[in-house]
């Protein structure tokens, strides 16, 4: 595979639809984030497509070891089976410097030395008084347009610029969510991402990046979140002991809106997904 000589980054020929699920292992899938696989999964696969895993474990002080074998096996007792070869974030850190690179060099990404207490008297002033010791590295966002866009499943969204310009590498040594899905994506060959809601306002951020860095941007779509009975959203802090395959099947579809056939219920997994992939079919990508 060919690379662009100035950042290093990868130049792909057009793919087929490829999507992902890209877990951070700092504890098991729960119920929540299963949804986010299944989902991905099923739009992917119904398509005709790739679907690739991704292990976001670039964070290594909130990655816990045992965590990546456990999300596997919870995946294969869903009976999801992802294609190519498995990738871990915390490998490629040479493709994240690059990127952070070239944006320096367009004068996008500055040095910061702002800390959490500073932040909460006054806004980053970083930008346009460089410190002497800069901690972390930041986007700019003055170029960035405040324009609408598209989600797949909820339509037009209105973006909501950040408190603060967002943290692309930060002061205790990881790079950002924010700018190693946008460069793994390209690596992978992305073309859909499908993922949970409370990832929304980090969208237009992420296919900013993607038009400074010269990278395709893959289309988005945004699942339902699902809650406790306090109205919490389910995290990976909650007790993943009662993970069921078949019950978090029918929690997941039920959460799209999916009316479910009652001679499913108590079936296996497999049995789940192969309805659920002619479902998805069927309904052509259409959320109720």
Excluded at 31 to 49: E, T
Excluded at 218 to 230: E, I, R, V
Aim: proline residues 8%.
């Amino acid at each position: 595979m060919s690379t662009d000589s100035r950042n290093n980054l990868p130049i792909r020929p057009a793919q087929v639809i490829t999507g992902r699920f890209a877990p951070s292992p700092s504890g098991p899938l729960h119920a929540g984030s299963a949804l986010a696989a299944i989902g991905s999964f099923l739009s992917a696969k119904s398509q005709g497509g790739r679907w690739l895993l991704r292990i976001d474990d670039i964070d290594s002080t909130r990655c816990r070891p045992e965590a990546a074998g456990q999300i596997l096996r919870q995946l294969d007792s869903l009976g999801l089976t992802w294609d190519g070869t498995l990738r871990y974030q915390s490998q490629y850190r040479d493709q994240y410097t690059a990127a952070l690179q070239r944006l320096r060099e367009q004068g996008l990404a500055y040095p910061c030395d702002c800390t959490r207490q500073s932040l909460a008297h006054q806004p980053c002033s970083c930008r346009s008084q460089p410190p002497r010791s800069p901690r972390a590295w930041r986007l700019d966002l003055h170029t960035l347009l405040r324009a609408p866009w598209q989600d797949r499943y909820l339509g037009t969204q209105q973006f909501i610029p950040p408190e603060q310009p967002p943290v692309l590498l930060r002061a205790d040594g990881p790079f950002a969510y924010l700018l190693c899905c946008v460069v793994d994506d390209a690596e992978q060959g992305i073309t859909e991402v499908v993922r949970g809601a409370d990832l929304t306002a980090i969208t237009p951020l992420q296919q900013y990046l993607q038009r400074q860095l010269g990278l395709p941007s893959p289309q988005y779509g945004h699942l339902p979140l699902l809650y406790d009975a306090n109205g919490k959203k389910l995290s990976k802090s909650d007790s993943a002991a009662a993970f069921d395959a078949r019950i978090v099947w029918e929690q997941s579809l039920q959460a799209l809106g999916w009316e479910t056939p009652a001679d499913l219920h108590g079936a296996s997994p497999d049995d789940w997904r192969d309805w659920a992939l002619a479902e998805w079919a069927r309904r052509w990508d259409v959320l109720e």
